[in-house]
């Protein structure tokens, strides 16, 4: 057990990320009180039944009331919106912070609500899976992950920052800092579109499950389990994903569908080397990944570096 790094955290949505930040605060003993709130009344009842969050209370208002630390777990389209209507009720010296999977959208739409007085540092756990809802979390999501902290300003008080990283490192997670717009374009190729493809990938296969019956999932291989996977991600997350990281994700998939229509080419007019050369150059990067000791065959992606 450590020392609590907050005394009153608060955590606005329940679902797989402030589940798991819940057991993993508990497991270390990093939060006095972690109070709770959901929209869904059957997502408080569902809290409350596996004794998600010490109190889950009937209103934003009431869960963020004296709180230290309020972390809005909600879908990034609803961040804005949350943070007008808990900002009355923050009390001077709380830190607001988000777990959102874009974040220069999520500054705009909740900066302008806090008063003065309020810290806002914003962060983004590299880390999930496909689940959603209070009954996926679990304490071990975050360990030996990236949790990237992205000040909202250069006048974020560097205490805030300071005791932000404190609580996530508790958590497990390896802390890093970076400005919103090169994480929304570093997410934009790691995770977004990606996610998209895999989307893509799966509803073609759903398409061509005329021609190839049920084939499809017969015989599906590794490589196509996981983009089922990936594709059963909860739809109102990722609809508002896309919509928020809007330029960084088209500007992944310009540079990906170049890059398909060169493979293309190369297959219809038989150019192997073409082939051969690139996923020669794939085939490194990917071995350089496992040699920085990033990889071990997780599902997910976003391990941190071994702690030392
Ligand atoms: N699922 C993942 O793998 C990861 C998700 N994130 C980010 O974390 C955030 C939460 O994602 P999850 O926990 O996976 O979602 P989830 O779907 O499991 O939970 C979201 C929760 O927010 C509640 N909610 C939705 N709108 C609300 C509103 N207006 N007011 C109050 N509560 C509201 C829902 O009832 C639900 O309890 C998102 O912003 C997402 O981008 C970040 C890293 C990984
Ligand atoms: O489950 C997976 O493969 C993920 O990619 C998890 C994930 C999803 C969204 C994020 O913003 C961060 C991590």
């Known amino acids: 057990?450590?020392?609590?790094?907050?005394?009153?955290?608060?955590?606005?949505?329940?679902?797989?990320?402030?589940?798991?930040?819940?057991?993993?605060?508990?497991?270390?003993?990093?939060?006095?009180?972690?109070?709770?709130?959901?929209?869904?009344?059957?997502?408080?009842?569902?809290?409350?039944?596996?004794?998600l969050c010490d109190r889950v209370c009937e209103s934003a208002r009431d869960a963020v009331e004296g709180a230290d630390l309020v972390v809005l777990c909600v879908p990034v389209g609803a961040m804005g919106a949350v943070a007008r209507e808990i900002a009355p009720h923050l009390k001077s010296g709380t830190t607001v912070s988000d777990v959102g999977s874009v974040k220069r959208s999520?500054?705009?739409?909740?900066?302008?609500?806090?008063?003065?007085?309020v810290h806002f540092v914003p962060a983004h756990p590299l880390a999930g899976t496909e689940h959603s809802g209070p009954e996926s979390g679990f304490a071990e999501l975050y360990d030996n992950r990236w949790c990237i902290i992205v000040?909202?300003?250069?006048?974020?008080?560097?205490?805030?920052?300071?005791?932000?990283?404190?609580?996530?490192?508790?958590m497990g997670a390896n802390v890093d800092q970076m400005d919103a717009d090169h994480h929304d374009l570093v997410l934009a190729v790691t995770s977004h579109a990606p996610h998209l493809i895999a989307?893509?990938?799966?509803?073609?296969?759903?398409?061509?499950?005329?021609?190839?019956?049920?084939?499809?999932?017969?015989?599906?291989?590794?490589g196509f389990r996981d983009f089922t996977r990936i594709a059963a991600s909860d739809p109102t997350m990722w609809r508002d994903v896309f919509l928020t990281n809007k330029d960084a994700t088209l500007e992944v998939l310009g540079r990906f569908t170049e890059e398909l229509f060169a493979l293309q080419r190369a297959i219809r007019t038989g150019d192997g080397d073409h082939l051969f050369d690139y996923f020669t150059r794939t085939r490194t990067i990917r071995r350089g990944i496992i040699e920085a000791g990033q990889d071990t065959d997780a599902p997910d992606f976003g391990r941190g570096a071994p702690k030392s």
């Open 151 to 170: 000040p909202a300003d250069d006048a974020t008080d560097p205490e805030a920052v300071a005791r932000l990283r404190d609580l996530w490192e508790g």
């Open 106 to 117: 999520v500054i705009s739409a909740v900066a302008p609500h806090l008063p003065g007085g």
């Open 1 to 51: 057990m450590t020392a609590p790094v907050y005394e009153r955290v608060a955590l606005i949505g329940l679902g797989l990320i402030a589940s798991s930040m819940f057991w993993a605060m508990k497991r270390r003993g990093l939060a006095g009180e972690v109070t709770g709130f959901a929209r869904s009344r059957a997502t408080r009842e569902t809290a409350r039944r596996i004794g």
């Open 199 to 222: 989307y893509t990938m799966v509803g073609v296969a759903d398409d061509l499950r005329r021609v190839t019956d049920s084939e499809v999932i017969k015989y599906s291989a590794a």
